[in-house]
């Protein structure tokens, strides 16, 4: 099984890095392969006039990735009530193509606040673009959950991004749990079902 993770915080201490580092080691300790989304600093500002053909090399690359995944796994900061622009408008550079249509996907954020409108937006964007979002997850005050290293010590933390892992491989195994999934997720974030184009 193939896990994309895609990072929307450039920090060199990334909480939401951090929170990645913690499911590649358990997605890895499974036998799964872990890839990390590329380029994403070269994506420019979306602009939905361009055609397919004409998509940056940095967009195709990301598109790639996310075609080839069994499911992927996003780390979005919260920054002014929302998520980060710059992750957004990656996302946005997937509608036209559906690189993200059927791809079972989990959204994470490590904040202040535990990032409930970051997580929220993204999983909505997701949802719309017909991906199954079975998972979600806000860290709320990180830097009590992290050692001196910066990496993710707490236990209750620790045990929730490795049931995060869990969904996602019953989601790739079992299409009904995957509904079922998707279904308290969204449901959880307040997300209709009917805002999400179906597979």
């Known amino acids: 099984m193939q896990l994309v993770t895609f990072c929307g915080s450039a920090g060199e201490r990334s909480a939401n890095q951090a929170l990645l580092d913690v499911i590649d080691r358990v997605a890895v300790d499974r036998g799964w392969t872990v890839v990390a989304a590329g380029d994403l600093d070269g994506i420019p500002m979306f602009d939905p006039a361009v055609g397919e053909d004409a998509a940056p090399r940095a967009v195709t690359m990301l598109r790639n990735s996310f075609e080839t995944a069994d499911a992927v796994v996003f780390a979005i900061p919260e920054y002014g009530g929302g998520a980060a622009g ?76 490795t049931e995060i892992v869990g969904f996602l491989s019953e989601a790739s195994e079992d299409e009904v749990r995957r509904r079922e999934l998707t279904t308290e997720t969204l449901g959880r974030l307040g997300i209709p079902l009917s805002d999400r184009t179906r597979a």
């Not at 990656?90 to 490590?110: K, P, Q, T």
């Not at 937006?121 to 290293?149: C, E, F, N, S």
């Open 86 to 161: 710059w992750a957004k408008n990656a996302l946005d550079w997937m509608v036209g193509s559906g690189s993200l249509h059927d791809r079972i996907a989990a959204v994470v954020c490590a904040g202040t606040t535990g990032g409930p409108n970051a997580v929220g937006q993204i999983a909505r964007t997701l949802a719309w673009q017909g991906a199954h979002v079975v998972a979600a997850l806000g860290v709320a005050a990180p830097v009590t959950k992290r050692d001196d290293r910066g990496r993710i010590i707490d236990e209750s933390t620790l045990g929730s991004l």
